[in-house]
């Protein structure tokens, strides 16, 4: 069964603490994504990897760190420099081509305690 | 990526046809039209894309107006499952140097009425 899978569903942070969110994909997809959601609003992008071992910042990597080791995973921390880290935070694939649709996994809703 | 605007939201009486507008003059000749929906809590949901012709798939269809300065998404038999966020979004390819994420503004709340 092919898909995009991020894990936990929920997660619940100290103040303080530094948390990894899994992001794997079965695809074979060489893009990889990850954007922040806040209530109401629109999907913010934080990193992009087009390929193993390489990726971008988006336009909110600040207090966000990333590694593309592998194809199929692309796992994202949340430091403690991030000030505001209680969100929603989606992960996305997408195959080569000239369009390049992107496709979403179902999301980790992080809550700071 | 060019800018598009939606309204903000709409209501749709089920069984009929949905026509979600979307306007993006400053879309570049490189630039594909995508539309994706979010139902609440979920990661977003691809529905379809095009650049110049219409579009059609089993979800959707796809309006492009003979300019690409605005676009429909019309789903052609709304049902109360298809109440969600939809957002159209216009970006380039890999190819056409859009190697970077989507950008998703607010949307459309899309709601369909019983």
């Known amino acids: 069964d092919g898909g995009i899978t991020q894990s936990p569903k929920y997660l619940f942070r100290k103040e303080g603490q530094n948390v990894t969110l899994s992001c794997e994909q079965n695809?074979?997809?060489?893009?990889m994504y990850w954007y922040r959601q806040d209530p109401g609003q629109g999907l913010r992008l934080i990193y992009y990897?087009?390929?193993?071992?390489?990726?971008q910042k988006g336009d909110i990597a600040e207090g966000y760190s990333v590694s593309r080791e592998k194809k199929e995973s692309f796992p994202l921390t949340v430091t403690s420099a991030q000030k505001n880290p209680t969100a929603f935070y989606l992960c996305?694939?997408?195959?080569?081509?000239?369009?390049?649709?992107?496709?979403f996994g179902p999301g980790t809703r992080l809550l700071v305690l | 990526d060019a800018k598009t605007t939606q309204p903000p939201s709409m209501d749709c009486a089920e069984g009929r046809a949905a026509n979600l507008p979307c306007n993006h003059s400053?879309?570049?000749?490189?630039?594909?039209v995508y539309w994706y929906r979010q139902i609440h809590s979920q990661g977003p949901q691809y529905i379809i894309h095009g650049l110049k012709n219409n579009e059609t798939n089993e979800m959707a269809s796809l309006i492009i107006t003979e300019d690409r300065k605005s676009s429909t998404l019309i789903l052609p038999h709304a049902t109360l499952r298809d109440t969600a966020v939809y957002y159209c979004?216009?970006?380039?390819?890999?190819?056409?140097?859009?190697?970077?994420?989507?950008?998703f503004g607010k949307g459309t709340h899309l709601i369909i009425q019983p």
């Open positions: 990897s087009q390929i193993v071992n390489d990726f």
């Open positions: 996305a694939s997408s195959p080569p081509g000239p369009s390049e649709t992107q496709y």
């Open positions: 695809l074979n997809h060489d893009a």
């Open positions: 979004i216009v970006r380039a390819g890999l190819r056409g140097g859009g190697a970077d994420g989507l950008t």
């Open positions: 400053t879309i570049s000749g490189n630039e594909y």
